[in-house]
Structures are given as C-alpha cells and as structure tokens.
C-alpha cells in the first residue's frame, strides 16, 4: 500500500448509504504520512528527535520510533494556497469505493467535497484567486500569525508603545524575528526617557496639529463674516457633517 498522507473531516460521508467516512487518503503530495484537521495549514512539519531517555521509559526499550513531529513547518507558504486535492477511502459499512476532493482555502484545509461512488480518480484542481487589497491583508495576517506560532522567540527586546486614540503609553517585550509582544507593561511609569529625536517628533506634531486648527478656524472666520449665501450654505453644511 506505500506511505500516504491522510485528511480528516468528521462531516464528511459516503453519498451510497450515508455512513460517516472521516479518513481519507492521497498519494497526491509527498506522501510523508502527514495527518491534517479541518483548518489544519496544509504544509509537512518538522521531524524532532525523541530524547533517549524518554524514547525507552515510553516505548519500552523499542528501537522505534526515533523522531516525533514538532509545531515547527518546513516552509510558511503551504502546498497549496487554493485548490482541491484528490482524496479516496473505502466505505465501512458498504464497501464502496469513494472518490472526493480536500478543498485547499488559504492554505488551509476545508473540508472534504465532492464525494463520490465507484468512479475513476480524480486529479489535482487548482483555483486561481482574484487578488485585491482585501486578499493580500489577509495573506500577509495569516503568515505572520505562522511566523508568530512556529517562532522560538529567541532573540527579544524591550520597547515603548503608544495605543491610539487615547495615547496610552507602555513598553512591551517584542520578538525581533516574528514581532510577536510577549509582554507588555502599561503605564506612564514603565516607558522610559524619550530620545532627542522622539521628543523632536512629539513636538513637531504638536506644531503641525496647532497649526491645522488655526487655519480652520481663520477659514470659518472668513466665511462667516462673509456676505456670499453660497459660502454661509457651505459653512453651515461642514458643521453639520462634522
């Protein structure tokens, strides 16, 4: 029968006698006997040694096994971002052979799909998706939410923070690989000094929004000393939208 990799679907049923088949199979991918749930990332994971120690208190002094999967992943991209994979299993109860797809969604899986009954094997479908600013947020959120699940957090550093709208200030223990915050202290008395350069920063906002606000009002001065209806119209409707 050979290695195989293997989905798993507990909603997923043969369409003959409507029996649950929640293992299904494919020789589609590498084959490395890979196991994946539903919103499982569909890329292999790295292999780790088994402590000698605890291999023999566990497996009885056996030679095997020597090496157990980790949460690390080979790769952040998956095998697929968008498609369907060919699945197959044998009905339990009426012996019928099944065909069906494990439908690939951003990378993770979906879900097993069309399934059905002593019909030839089906081949690899790949979906080509329209990219926006929408779907490319979403690509760039998911493989940092990877990078920051798999990262080891070795290299760290502690940085200030400031939460809009209301300025709250804090300092937050930040990965440098992943920029994951592993810790944060919030409050006036954990950020430290401001540099030359950040206090230059806060002052020269402070300028810019002054300046905004005085130019605001000397332009609703202006039309309200003004006898044009068309420019009083305007002002009237400004305030009001604001």
């Known amino acids: 029968m050979g290695m195989f990799d293997s989905f798993r679907d507990l909603n997923a049923e043969c369409p003959k006698c409507h029996t649950e088949?929640?293992?299904?199979q494919?020789?589609?991918?590498?084959?490395?006997?890979?196991?994946?749930?539903?919103?499982?990332?569909?890329?292999?994971?790295k292999l780790k040694r088994i402590p000698e120690k605890e291999r023999k208190r566990k497996y009885a002094g056996r030679p095997f096994p020597l090496f157990r999967t980790s949460k690390e992943y080979l790769s952040d991209a998956p095998?697929?971002?968008?498609?369907?994979?060919?699945?197959?299993?044998?009905?339990?109860k009426?012996?019928?052979?099944?065909e069906g797809y494990a439908r690939i969604l951003d990378g993770r899986f979906a879900g097993i799909v069309e399934i059905e009954a002593d019909v030839k094997a089906k081949?690899?479908?790949?979906?080509?998706?329209?990219?926006?600013?929408?779907?490319?947020?979403?690509?760039?959120?998911?493989?940092?939410?990877?990078l920051q699940e798999s990262c080891?957090?070795?290299?760290?550093?502690?940085?200030?923070?400031?939460?809009?709208?209301?300025?709250?200030?804090?300092?937050?223990?930040?990965?440098?690989r992943c920029e994951k915050r592993l810790k944060i202290k919030q409050g006036w008395e954990s950020a430290g000094a401001l540099s030359p350069s950040e206090t230059m920063d806060v002052s020269s906002n402070v300028q810019r929004i002054r300046a905004q606000s005085r130019k605001r009002l000397d332009w609703t001065a202006s039309i309200a000393s003004?006898?044009?209806?068309?420019q009083r119209k305007l002002l009237r409707t400004s305030v009001r939208l604001r």
């Open 152 to 176: 080891s957090h070795k290299k760290t550093k502690w940085m200030n923070l400031v939460w809009p709208p209301t300025l709250n200030y804090g300092r937050a223990l930040v990965c440098l």
């Open 21 to 24: 088949v929640t293992e299904w």
């Open 226 to 230: 003004s006898s044009n209806p068309r």
């Open 26 to 45: 494919t020789k589609d991918l590498e084959s490395l006997g890979e196991h994946w749930d539903k919103d499982d990332f569909v890329q292999y994971r």
């Open 94 to 98: 009426c012996n019928a052979w099944l």
């Open 123 to 146: 081949q690899r479908v790949l979906i080509r998706r329209g990219t926006t600013a929408q779907t490319l947020r979403a690509d760039y959120e998911e493989k940092l939410s990877r």
């Open 79 to 92: 095998l697929v971002f968008n498609g369907k994979i060919p699945v197959h299993m044998s009905c339990g």
